[in-house]
């Protein structure tokens, strides 16, 4: 079984936003010292060495205080010291990331559609963790991203799922008690804690928000 983890509030890296490695190590603490309970390392335009490298930063510096997954680099969770890996529906079977992760690792999955819950609700127990859905608002940090499906249909596919979900797009402050009230565990952010000029204090806000 995986490690105990907390999607409350979960913060998913953005290189470009933070301005480099050393703006998301700088990000990453911040939004740890400040309550972030789960973090993804994500960046789609590094290479295998770059994403490898920033993980590593990014694991030395929360330093097993929450939990932090790789997006897509099932293979590097290993060497990195991760705890686990995101993937969406169109990277890996999620039976396949089981395999290579182990039984132990955490291992997250996207989904937009009650079909796709429904396929993972299917899974042999254990192969999925919990479920990033969205997203819900509209956003503008993935260009290609599915149109926002709305709250009404995140609380019907978060109701239909076995395992936990956290909340994903455009999710910003003045959101959040839409987002609780869909019955999902936590929240996702990217650019309202990455793009903020404090991201200690953005991800305070909106962990008081989600808490009133």
């Known amino acids: 079984m995986s490690h105990a983890f907390d999607l409350t509030c979960y913060v998913i890296t953005d290189t470009a936003m933070c301005g480099g490695v050393e703006g998301v190590v700088r990000t990453v603490e911040a939004a740890v010292d400040n309550g972030a309970s789960f973090i993804q390392v994500r960046d789609p335009d590094a290479s295998r060495d770059q994403f490898a ?119 910003k402050p003045g959101r959040l008690q839409t987002v609780r009230a869909t019955g999902v565990t936590g929240f996702s952010v990217v650019s309202a804690v990455c793009a903020a000029e404090d991201p200690g204090a953005a991800t305070r806000q909106l962990i008081e928000e989600w808490n009133q």
């Not at 079977?93 to 992760?101: N, S, T, V």
């Not at 997250?108 to 819950?117: D, F, H, K, Y």
């Not at 963790?129 to 995140?154: C, E, M, R, W």
């Open 53 to 171: 490298e920033l993980s590593r930063a990014v694991v030395t510096a929360v330093d097993g205080r929450v939990t932090v997954v790789l997006n897509d680099w099932v293979d590097l969770v290993a060497e990195t010291g991760a705890h686990g890996a995101h993937i969406g529906q169109n990277d890996m079977d999620p039976r396949e990331a089981r395999r290579i992760l182990g039984p132990d690792a955490i291992l997250g999955l996207s989904a937009q559609t009650m079909e796709q819950v429904r396929a993972i609700n299917d899974l042999p127990l254990g192969t999925v963790d919990y479920l990033g859905l969205g997203p819900i608002f509209d956003q503008t940090t993935k260009p290609n991203a599915v149109a926002s499906s709305g709250p009404d249909h995140i609380r019907a596919l978060a109701q239909a799922s076995e395992v936990p979900c956290v909340a994903i797009g455009g999710i």
